[in-house]
C-alpha cells in the first residue's frame, strides 16, 4: 500500500505524480487544468498556500513573511495585482505570546510593503506536540492585469529565460540553520515580495509568455513541468545562471544540486528574445532584481526536457527533482 512521504510535498516528481494521480482525477476544471501557480477566474486571480518551514525563524525572515510573499508571488507570476489575503494560523499549546507578535508583525510589513491587505483569517489551537509550534495558511485574490496573458500556450523556440537573481538562497540558509552549519553572514534566505517587480517588468513588455517564482524543487521542478506543458525544450548555460558561493560551497560538501534547491524570492521568466535585454535592464535596475541574468532559451530540441550547457561544454539533462532535498523550507 502506497503511503504520503515528505517527498511528495517537495516540489519535484513524486509531488506531480500525486497531482496527476489524486488531485487532478478527483477535480479537474478548465481552472486547475492549468496547473499555474494560481487560477484565473475571469478578471481576477486566486491562489492558496500553507507554510511548515522549520525552523519558523530564520536569517531573513520567518514563517509569517515567508507566507504574505509566498502568495503574493503566486498572484503576481499569474499576471495579476495582488490585492486580499486571508491567513489562517494553526498554534500548538504553549506557543510563545512574544512570538506569534513578531510573526504578525513581520506580516504586516510586508503586507504594507507588498500593497495588499490581509481581510480575514481563522485561528486554531492543537494540543501540545501536534503542530511543531505554528502552520500558516494564506489564500490571496489579486485583479488580472489587462492585455497580459501568462500562459505556456504561448512559449515559442527562440525566447530567452531569465531569472531575478541568485538560486538556492533560501533553501541553503534554512538548512544551515536547521543543522547548525556555519555560513557567512552575508548569506541569507531570498523571501521577499516580487509583485513590484513583475509590474515593472510587465510595463516594459506585455507579451511576457511565463513566469514562476521557482520555490519548491528549484528552477529544476520550475523548469521541467514548464517544457513538458509547452512541448519544447528547454537549455540552460551553466556558467550564466548566478549562484553564490556559499551556496555552491554547501553543494559540493554536500553533494546537492543548486538547479535543485527552493527559492522564496526569484522569479523565472520565458520572454521574446527581441524584449530580453530591456526587460533585463528593468529587473537589474529594481532591489530584488539586481543580480538578474539571461540564464538560457527555448529551443526545438529535445520537446518537454531540460539541458544544462555545462562549464566544461557537454550537455547534460536537468531532470525533474526526485525525493526531498531539504524537507519542510516553506
Known amino acids: 500500500m502506497k503511503k504520503i512521504t515528505l517527498a511528495h510535498g517537495a516540489g519535484g516528481k513524486f509531488s506531480s505524480d500525486l497531482i496527476q494521480e489524486i488531485i487532478l482525477p478527483a477535480f479537474d476544471n478548465e481552472y486547475l487544468h492549468e496547473l499555474h501557480d494560481g487560477a484565473k477566474l475571469g478578471k481576477i486571480a486566486m491562489t492558496t498556500d500553507s507554510y511548515v518551514v522549520r525552523p519558523i525563524f530564520f536569517r531573513g525572515g520567518n514563517i509569517g513573511k515567508l507566507a504574505v510573499c509566498g502568495t503574493v508571488n503566486d498572484l503576481a507570476v499569474c499576471g495579476a495585482v495582488p490585492k486580499f489575503l486571508s491567513a489562517g494560523?494553526?498554534?500548538e499549546e504553549g506557543f510563545d505570546f512574544d512570538d506569534l507578535k513578531k510573526i504578525v508583525q513581520s506580516?504586516?510589513?510586508?503586507?504594507?510593503?507588498?500593497?495588499?491587505?490581509?481581510?480575514?483569517?481563522?485561528t486554531k489551537v492543537v494540543e501540545k506536540g501536534k503542530a511543531d509550534g505554528i502552520f500558516i495558511n494564506t489564500a490571496?485574490?489579486?485583479e488580472l492585469i489587462e492585455g497580459v496573458e501568462i500562459s505556456a500556450k504561448k512559449i515559442q523556440a527562440g525566447m530567452k529565460i531569465l531569472i531575478s537573481g541568485t538560486v538556492g538562497d533560501h533553501a541553503t540558509t534554512i538548512l544551515a540553520?536547521?543543522?547548525?552549519l556555519e555560513i557567512p553572514q552575508t548569506l541569507q534566505?531570498?523571501?521577499?515580495p516580487l509583485n513590484n517587480l513583475i509590474f515593472e517588468m510587465l510595463a516594459a513588455e506585455k507579451n511576457i509568455a511565463m513566469l514562476r517564482d521557482a520555490t519548491r524543487g528549484g528552477i529544476a521542478a520550475v523548469l521541467n513541468e514548464i517544457a513538458s506543458q509547452a512541448g519544447v525544450g528547454i537549455l540552460l548555460e551553466e556558467e550564466k545562471i548566478p549562484v553564490r558561493e556559499e551556496v555552491r560551497g554547501v553543494c559540493d560538501i554536500l553533494g546537492f544540486d543548486f538547479l535543485e534547491l527552493a527559492n522564496e524570492g526569484k522569479i523565472i521568466a520565458i520572454v521574446p528574445a527581441e524584449s530580453a535585454e530591456k526587460i533585463l535592464s528593468v529587473m537589474q535596475k529594481n532591489i530584488y532584481g539586481k543580480n538578474s541574468a539571461i540564464i538560457g532559451e527555448v529551443t526545438e530540441k529535445f520537446s518537454g526536457k531540460v539541458g544544462l550547457q555545462t562549464v566544461i561544454g557537454g550537455i547534460r539533462i536537468v531532470d525533474m527533482p526526485v525525493g526531498n532535498l531539504v524537507p519542510r523550507i516553506c
Open 189 to 192: 534566505s531570498d523571501c521577499a
Open 177 to 180: 540553520e536547521r543543522h547548525g
Open 89 to 91: 494560523v494553526i498554534l
Open 107 to 122: 506580516m504586516k510589513m510586508v503586507a504594507e510593503e507588498a500593497g495588499v491587505k490581509i481581510v480575514t483569517g481563522d
Open 140 to 142: 490571496g485574490i489579486g
